[in-house]
């Protein structure tokens, strides 16, 4: 846009996604988001692309206007989108009822079993515009976990309950479906938007992590902090009923893949509050031994 300092100007600063990297503004007499991408600048064409590709099929916003190369003067490449209406789902659900609560939790295991039916050939990260698949490379969940020991500050008998665990959910990823499909991988209520009047969900939003994996992926960070028994039934009654067949125990294999994500933010305490509360929940794991990590169980069947 040729005024683009000008709407850059005038921008308020948004939270979630990159800090620091999203604003909202006006543009043409609408309301819109602007995302720059200084930190990761190969990012905004792929995030173009996604919107591109799944707008019509997902909530998602429509873009106004993209410049997904660097500038010549320096400037980051930019997306700027519409402002989709609603609330955050979180702050929504803190005071809804149960029936509100329920009608969410239906609507996003639709939506996850609409990503659950977007399939790719091979797992990996989404590079470019053409959203060419580069494979994140070889290893498993515990060469994972190694990577990131160190920094967990876990005990040696923690460690070593976690190993246990890591190899249940290795096994439980190697009989679960063989299938790779679109994956938000950042799907949780700080990520949807919801109308207040209609406990209807209006948007997803912030695709920064989004790449082809595990169908498993999202159901596991939506449930990873849920202890809300009629949202998280009527979620899973949805994916188990009205989904491509992702077989059995869905709660426990959503757990069992969101380990890799879980892994990497508790690293990270106690960089924020999130990453504070992963580690809480990494540690309760080793010290049961097992996936829930004191979790209540959400399913009803098993």
Known sequence: MDDFEALAASAVPLTGGYGGETYAVSAAGEDAVLRLYARHPERAAVDVSLLRLVRGLLPVPRVLDAMPDPAGDGAPPYVLTERLPGINLQTYLDTAGDKERQKVGEQLGDLLVRLS????????????????IESYGAGGLTQWFNR??????????????????????????????????????????????????????????????????????????????C?????????????????????????????????WALIDLAARRPANPVATAAHALLTRIADTGDLAGGRPDLDVVH
């Open 117 to 132: 039916g977007m399939p790719f050939l091979t797992f990996g990260e989404f590079v470019g515009r053409d959203l060419v």
């Open 227 to 259: 202890e809300d028994p009629v949202l998280g039934r009527a979620l899973l009654g949805v994916v188990r009923e009205t989904g491509p067949d992702l077989g059995d125990r869905l709660e426990e294999r959503g757990r069992a893949a969101d380990l």
């Open 148 to 225: 990131y020991v160190e920094d967990l500050g876990l005990t040696r008998d923690q460690v070593e309950s976690l190993y246990s665990v890591l190899d249940r959910a290795e096994d439980l990823a190697d009989t679960g479906v063989d299938r790779i499909c679109l994956v938000h991988s950042d799907f949780n209520p700080k990520n949807l938007l919801v109308d207040p009047d209609t406990a209807e969900l209006t948007g997803l939003i912030d695709w920064e992590f989004a790449h082809a994996g595990s169908p498993y992926t999202d159901l596991g960070n939506l449930l990873r902090f």
